[in-house]
């Protein structure tokens, strides 16, 4: 993600800030502004926000240490003025172990409660009448401080549990319902009903807070992509790379200059090519590189291409190679055979592939 602030890594994973974390903050501190607050209410203020996201934070890691557990690592978890966004390296797809990583987060926040519950008397506070009540949760002590943010982990346990899909409780839906059914049927449902469920946060954001508005598009759109990809990976179980990949491709030597690259690109349908030296591959040269030295004719071909980069096997399940799109920069692969070049797959000839793949199954 763009915009980001690194804050450090916890148990192998980087706690990454979004930049408009900061307008959330500006916001809260313009609330108690406009409530007659002074500099220190204000800085309660911000410091309650502070240690909530901290919780957020902790949520998360309750997320990924339960995930790591069955072999799946966080890369970084994004905190966000809607929440916190864990990217783990892949979804898990047996129910059981979905189960458990979508009640991980939220247990983490039962744990907090539990422990807050200890040193807050959160019963003699119930136990008061509203005026009085009132007139103490306005006094700034540590202990009103703790109280709130008690209180604000209660909402988060039962916000988090709504069967909102993609958010825990929409998870943890279709988990339960995967024991039953294949995975697509119960992402649709649970899809469908996170969409639902959007919708109605969309309208009562309107009404009551405008974070819902945001939290329902984030929901909306979501739970839409978490299907399709679902849906594919369906489609494309069992195929291997072999089956989808460009057979019929220009090999480019390092000497090659760019004019004659130029004139490859925009005589063929080829947008990024291979670079093979006495049989060996020694780059690869990306479409962004030749629009980026077009203008530079006399430039070699080993001067701009890629000298790090991946290959995948023929075998390889495009599955695996999706994944593969999203952790590389570059969206090309070279593909081998007994360690010899046989073609090469990018997202393009993968999305095609898809297409004829998804025709056939409808028919
Ligand atoms: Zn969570």
């Known amino acids: 993600m763009k915009g980001v602030l690194k804050l450090g890594r916890i148990l192998g994973t980087s706690i990454e800030v979004h930049w408009t974390f900061s307008l959330l903050l500006l916001w809260i501190a313009y609330l108690d502004f406009q409530r007659g607050g002074n500099l220190n209410s204000t800085l309660i203020s911000i410091a309650f926000v502070l240690v909530l996201f901290l919780c957020v934070v902790l949520h998360e890691l309750g997320h990924a240490q339960m995930a790591k557990r069955f072999k799946i690592n966080t890369k970084k978890i994004t905190l966000l003025p809607i929440g916190g966004v864990a990217t783990m390296e892949k979804i898990p797809e047996k129910p059981k172990q979905e189960l458990l990583v979508a009640i991980a987060g939220p247990a983490v926040n039962v744990v907090i409660v539990l422990l807050l519950s200890l040193v807050v008397p959160f019963r003699t506070y119930f136990s008061l009448d509203i005026a009085n009540l009132e007139t103490l949760l306005r006094t700034s002590t540590l202990e009103v401080f703790l109280f709130y943010l008690l209180m604000a982990n209660v909402m988060l346990v039962i916000f988090n549990l709504i069967p909102a899909f993609p958010m825990d409780g929409g998870r943890v839906l279709r988990a339960l319902l995967s024991f039953k059914m294949d995975r697509v049927n119960a992402t649709s449902i649970a ?55 460009l057979t019929k491709i220009s090999l480019l030597k390092p000497n090659d200059t760019m004019s004659e690259v130029v004139k490859l690109v925009l005589d063929s349908t080829e947008k990024d090519f291979v670079v093979v030296d006495n049989e060996n591959i020694v780059g690869v040269v990306l479409n962004k590189d030749i629009i980026k030295y077009s203008d530079k004719p006399s430039m070699t071909v080993k001067d701009v291409m890629q000298t790090t980069f991946k290959t995948v096997d023929a075998s390889e399940e495009i599955n695996k190679i999706f994944g593969l799109f999203g952790n590389e920069r570059n969206g090309f692969f070279p593909v081998l055979e007994n360690k010899k070049l046989v073609g090469a797959i990018d997202l393009t000839n993968i999305s095609e592939f898809i297409v004829f793949k998804s025709k056939i199954i409808q028919t």
């Open 191 to 245: 899809a469908g009903l996170g969409q639902f469920l959007a919708i109605l946060f969309f309208i009562l954001g309107f009404i009551f807070n405008p974070f819902l508005i945001l939290i329902a598009l984030f929901i909306f759109i979501g739970a839409q992509s978490e299907y399709q990809m679902v849906k594919q990976n369906a489609l494309l179980k069992g195929f291997k790379a072999k089956e989808a990949m």
